[in-house]
Nanobody, 124 residues
C-alpha cells in the first residue's frame, strides 16, 4: 500500500520561499511518477508540477514556471517542491500524488495515490 505524507507548508510573506516534501512508503519509489497539485478554497484541484520516476524530466504549470522546482531523491523515497518568489495567489492546500508509471502525468485523474495535503498561505 502506497502512503504519501507531505510536510513543509506554512505561512510566508509574499516574495518568500518554502520547500515542500513528500515522503513515500510501501513502494519502490523509483518506479513512480510523482506530481504536485494544489487546491484553493472553492476551486478545483490544479496541476502544479510533475517529475518522471527517474527524475530525468519535469513539467510545470505556466503559473509557477521559473519560480517552483520539483525534484526527487529516490534513495530517500522523497519528492520535493521548492517554491520561490511566492505570491498570495499561491495560497492553497498542496497535495503530492504518485502513479506507477515512468512517464510524467499532469492530470489529477491519472494518479492513484495521494497524500493528505499541506497548507501553504502567502500573505501580502
Amino acid at each position: 500500500q502506497v502512503q504519501l505524507v507531505e510536510s513543509g507548508g506554512g505561512l510566508v510573506q509574499a516574495g518568500g520561499s518554502l520547500r515542500l516534501s513528500c515522503a513515500a512508503s510501501g513502494v519502490t519509489f523509483g518506479s513512480y511518477a510523482t506530481g504536485w497539485f494544489r487546491q484553493a478554497p472553492g476551486k478545483e484541484r490544479d496541476f502544479v508540477a510533475a517529475i518522471m520516476s527517474t527524475g530525468s524530466s519535469t513539467y510545470y504549470a505556466d503559473s509557477v514556471k521559473g519560480r517552483f522546482t520539483i525534484s526527487r531523491d529516490n534513495a530517500k523515497n522523497t519528492v520535493y517542491l521548492q517554491m520561490n518568489s511566492l505570491k498570495p495567489e499561491d495560497t492553497a492546500v498542496y497535495y503530492c500524488a504518485a502513479e506507477a508509471t515512468i512517464r510524467i502525468r499532469m492530470r489529477a485523474s491519472d494518479y492513484d495515490y495521494w497524500g493528505q495535503g499541506t497548507q501553504v498561505t502567502v500573505s501580502s
